[in-house]
């Protein structure tokens, strides 16, 4: 995603400088409006876990990922997917992950409807075990993500109001919170099984 800023060494994320950065990168959009969903973000996150030690670059990591979905100027054309679950620290960061190293020209996010604050360890270990060193985080489900999602798959979660032309499914697999590793890799290779379906689907 265009926009994003790393951090430098262990130096604190600035927001006011990521937002000058963000503003570059979306052109299109008023700095206002770029500056205020990066603080935005911040709170969301503090809301979850105020005293996180990457909160800054995670309200980052958050506000570029908003900021794409309301730019219409990024990758039009490009399905967009959305893996939704209650925390976000499962079965959708699997999912969400392995969208990623497929490859195919999709842009997928996840997000939940009550995120805590880490991916379950048992999750990141599954997906380093498949070369995904890092997994993302837990985030919030926005309303600027949703309505660019072409397509919104709910895991064991209620689903949202959708917008005209977008799609929804249900898969429901076992939440891997207290599974055990093995069944924990039994579960991201079932949700890898799905994965290649509906990415087969979006290349019809």
């Keep these: 995603m265009r926009g994003r800023r790393g951090r430098r060494g262990d130096e604190p ?10 503003v570059d990168a979306h052109p299109t959009l008023d700095a206002g409006t770029v500056t205020t969903l990066v603080h935005h973000s911040r709170d969301l996150l503090a809301a979850i876990d105020a005293s996180h030690e990457r909160l800054q670059q995670r309200a980052v990591d958050l506000a570029a990922a908003r900021l794409d979905a309301l730019d219409a100027t990024v990758s039009p054309g490009v399905p967009r997917v959305l893996f ?3 925390r976000n620290d499962g079965m959708s960061i699997l999912a969400e992950a392995l969208v990623r190293t497929s490859g195919a020209p999709v842009l997928v996010s996840s997000a939940g409807v009550r995120p805590v604050s880490t991916v379950l360890r048992s999750v990141a270990d599954a997906l380093a075990e498949v070369g995904v060193a890092h997994p993302g985080f837990p985030k919030p489900l926005t309303p600027e993500v949703l309505s660019r999602a072409d397509v919104v798959v709910t895991m064991l979660c209620d689903a949202p109001a959708l917008h005209d032309g977008q799609r929804i499914e249900a898969w ?19 949700i890898g099984i799905r994965v290649d379906e509906l990415l087969g689907r979006l290349g019809e």
């Excluded at 429901?172 to 079932?190: H, I, Q, Y």
Aim: no cysteine.
């Design 13 to 22: 994320v600035s927001l006011d400088d990521a937002a000058v950065a963000l």
């Design 84 to 86: 939704l679950s209650t």
């Design 172 to 190: 429901d697999f076992e939440d891997p919170a207290g599974l055990g590793s093995g069944a924990v890799r039994t579960l991201r290779d079932r």
